[in-house]
């Protein structure tokens, strides 16, 4: 845990033992309750945020049913929670309490597909995002592993998912990775990992069908190296898509269009290597970037205006950062 100065530096505050490799993290919206993904591991711990200095207790380790557990999703009403096993390629969901703790395992759901091309990568259903729409009543989870985007059914009275048909595919060997949705347009924008490619696709709130209209490279055309593209998040006024690129190392930001298109990107250097997750500030004008083989978080000031990012002086060392969430606790 770390506490950020007016003048944007971290200082450490305290750290948490818990179980191995905490490699995502979400709250509640109360900013109680912290929830980590063990990707080593079969886990999803809840952990307790002190509202007066923001420490963390560790509150209970729940079984997913799974192993290799990469992404969590609360849904909108925050009555359940919802996990990613990528390696067993499943879907777990746990009903919640009022006091943040979980209760059992409400379902798990074995995703099914033939694996992609890319043998070394697709040995069969990999999930690597479950993701609620705005209406909460759907989740679209991309499967890197069979280049399928699982559309599914939640109902929040019981907690149960349900496919809502046949899932869309992606291209060959481009291994869907993580997606997020516009907050205005019926349109959803997707990176693929393996490819490194994203695609922009329309969305239709009633079936969570997505229908491909643009598919672009992250990567500019003088680029001959591998490259993981990682992480894709939207700025604050959904004016710019930014995408994380593992081997150019490299920040991508995309102007989107009144229609939802995007424009050519600019590329800025992540000053690090693999980084794999990256978020804005609460404010929207600070980008921070996890990357995790330098061990390193590299602060970016952004212009909401023209999408540029600047380097700033903050470079934070701490090991293999893969996950970052702010919380107001210990502001008063």
Not at 102 to 130: F, I, K, M, N, W
Request: net charge negative; charged share 20%.
């Amino acid at each position: 845990m770390f506490d950020i100065a007016a003048d944007g530096s971290w200082h450490l505050i305290d750290t948490t033992a818990t179980a191995p490799n905490p490699s995502y993290l979400i709250t509640d919206s109360e900013e109680r309750t912290l929830y980590a993904a063990h990707g080593d591991g079969s886990w999803v711990s809840a952990l307790r945020i002190d509202a007066n200095t923001g420490r963390l207790r560790v509150l209970e380790h729940y079984d997913t049913g799974g192993t290799n557990v990469v992404h969590l999703a609360l849904s909108p009403d925050e009555r359940h929670l919802v996990a990613a096993n990528y390696a067993t390629g499943s879907v777990a969901v746990f009903r919640r309490r009022s006091d943040g703790r979980l209760a059992a395992r409400t379902q798990l759901l074995d995703l099914t597909g033939q694996p992609g091309p890319v043998h070394s990568d697709q040995t069969g259903p990999h999930p690597h995002e479950v993701r609620f729409d705005s209406s909460g009543t759907h989740i679209v989870v991309p499967d890197k592993g069979t280049d399928r985007l699982h559309r599914l059914r939640y109902t929040a009275s019981s907690g149960w998912l349900s496919e809502l048909g046949p899932p869309v595919r992606a291209a060959p060997g481009a291994g869907p990775r993580h997606l997020v949705y516009h907050p205005r347009l019926p349109m959803v924008y997707v990176v693929d990992e393996l490819s490194s490619h994203l695609g922009v696709c329309g969305y239709d709130a009633g079936s969570a069908n997505l229908t491909l209209v643009q598919r672009v490279s992250t990567l500019p055309r003088e680029f001959a190296g591998e490259n993981a593209a990682a992480e894709v998040i939207l700025d604050r006024d959904a004016r710019f898509v930014h995408v994380s690129n593992r081997g150019h190392e490299s920040v991508a930001s995309y102007p989107i269009t009144s229609a939802g298109f995007v424009g050519a990107p600019v590329f800025t250097s992540v000053q690090g290597r693999e980084p794999r997750f990256m978020n804005f500030d609460p404010a929207g004008t600070a980008l921070y970037v996890a990357n995790q083989r330098s061990d390193t978080i590299v602060a970016f000031d952004y212009s909401p205006a023209t999408g540029a990012l600047r380097a700033c002086p903050t470079v934070v060392a701490t090991g293999s950062p893969s996950a970052i969430v702010f919380t107001r606790a210990g502001i008063s």
